[in-house]
């Protein structure tokens, strides 16, 4: 089953995540595991983000959302809500999207912290940096990527620095 530390894409290309997400979300479908689904939706939503595909991303968010709100699942709704921020911010030039982005990325980022869970505000960090980037914002982007690092640092996340 599809676990909250693999919702991240970080050590692997977004089609490898994109194929685990879906085959595990098969698994999930077919045993009723709705934690599981929500999860894979939330990878494959991420991943297809990066591939460029925003209907697809906004999508899988959504359905994500929905289903971890129902359940009260918050470290989900959190990690949603993180890809509707990459999904905003990838229609850059658009500043009400850019604005959008900042939004959803700071909330998840609150509530990743409210949760303590650090690989979320990592991720959620990383996604703002990427927001403060397309706003034209390098020292603040800088900034929120050092923290991300620091944080991927204290987890022993080496794929997330580059190594590995």
């Known amino acids: 089953a599809m676990e909250l530390e693999q919702v991240f894409v970080i050590d692997e290309t977004p089609e490898e995540a994109v194929g685990a997400a879906y085959a595990k979300m098969d698994a999930a479908r077919a045993t009723g595991d709705e934690r599981g689904r929500a999860l894979c939706l939330i990878k494959a939503g991420e991943a297809l983000a990066m591939m460029g595909d925003t209907n ?10 929905s289903l971890c709100s129902d359940m009260k699942f918050e470290e ?26 900042m939004d959803s ?15 979320g505000e990592a991720a959620a960090l990383t996604t703002l940096a990427g927001v403060y980037q397309a706003s034209k914002k390098a020292a603040l982007a800088i ?20 190594g590995g």
């Open 56 to 65: 697809g991303a906004w999508g899988s968010a959504a359905e994500a959302m």
């Open 76 to 101: 989900g709704r959190a990690a949603a809500t993180n890809v509707m921020a990459k999904v905003h911010a990838s229609k850059a030039g658009d500043e009400e999207e850019l604005e959008e982005a």
């Open 105 to 119: 990325a700071t909330d998840a980022l609150k509530l990743f912290r409210k949760l303590g869970y650090r690989k």
């Open 143 to 162: 900034k929120s990527a050092k923290e991300a690092l620091a944080i991927f640092a204290e987890l022993g996340e080496e794929a997330a620095l580059g």
